[in-house]
């Protein structure tokens, strides 16, 4: 597509929920990122794929969150068991490559709100 | 590891130019990269300094000192549209291209 798309836009989900946040990145970019992002903070880095190599999950804040990335293409982000802390705002990036100097293009994100 | 600091908030006059200011600690060096979010929106790609110096980009301009650890974007004949967060990052000293943010400065414009 033209840009990178997530659905939902908003998900308000009941604490202990599970939920799944969606990532469709522009064609052709191999790297993938997901990032949270809460009011008026900066962006906290999740985790990261590049092409068919091993997934960089360093900023996974638990083993509740794990995404996987299908065929190089889309992505998804689960959140097991929802806590009120993760309401944030999820942002997905792609990248031509793995060189920052083209930057990143962002979705939307998805809000997530846990009640 | 990596750690940026920004000024939290900057607010200036509609004409004017302001400077947002980044200094960072990393392990290696990578370039630094600005990016620009308006209120709900997605943050969209500034520009990048891997070398020393100047890069203009229209109004914008973005400048680095790897010896001062310091970079800086200028943003000259301020539009009201300017108002926004502005993110530094700088790409994590590790494999990869993934890039740590600042925690943003929110930019206000005055008319």
């Known amino acids: 597509g033209a840009g990178v798309s997530q659905s939902p836009s908003n998900k308000v989900t009941e604490k202990g929920k599970d939920v799944e946040l969606r990532c469709d990145p522009i064609s052709g970019h191999t790297a993938l990122y997901w990032y949270r992002q809460s009011l008026g903070q900066g962006l906290e880095f999740l985790i990261y794929f590049q092409g068919n190599s091993a997934p960089d999950k360093s900023g996974l804040p638990s083993d509740r969150f794990s995404a996987e990335r299908t065929g190089g293409s889309v992505s998804t982000l689960t959140i097991q068991r929802t806590q009120q802390e993760d309401s944030a705002v999820y942002l997905c990036?792609?990248?031509?490559?793995?060189?920052?100097?083209?930057?990143?293009?962002f979705g939307s994100g998805t809000r997530l709100t846990v009640v | 590891g990596q750690s940026l600091e920004q000024p939290s908030e900057v607010t200036a006059v509609e004409g004017a130019i302001v400077q947002i200011n980044c200094t960072y600690q990393?392990?290696?060096?990578?370039?630094l990269s600005w990016y620009q979010q308006h209120d709900g929106g997605a943050p969209t790609f500034l520009s990048y300094?891997?070398?020393?110096g100047l890069e203009e980009t229209g109004r914008f301009s973005s400048f680095l000192s790897r010896s001062d650890s310091y970079g800086y974007l200028l943003l000259q004949e301020l539009q009201m549209k300017d108002s926004a967060s502005y993110f530094c990052?700088?790409?994590?000293?590790?494999?990869?291209?993934?890039?740590?943010f600042g925690q943003g400065t929110e930019l206000s414009v005055k008319p």
């Open positions: 990393t392990s290696g060096f990578y370039g």
């Open positions: 300094n891997g070398l020393d």
């Open positions: 990036a792609s990248s031509p490559h793995r060189v920052v100097r083209y930057g990143y293009t």
């Open positions: 990052a700088v790409r994590d000293g590790g494999q990869g291209g993934k890039l740590i």
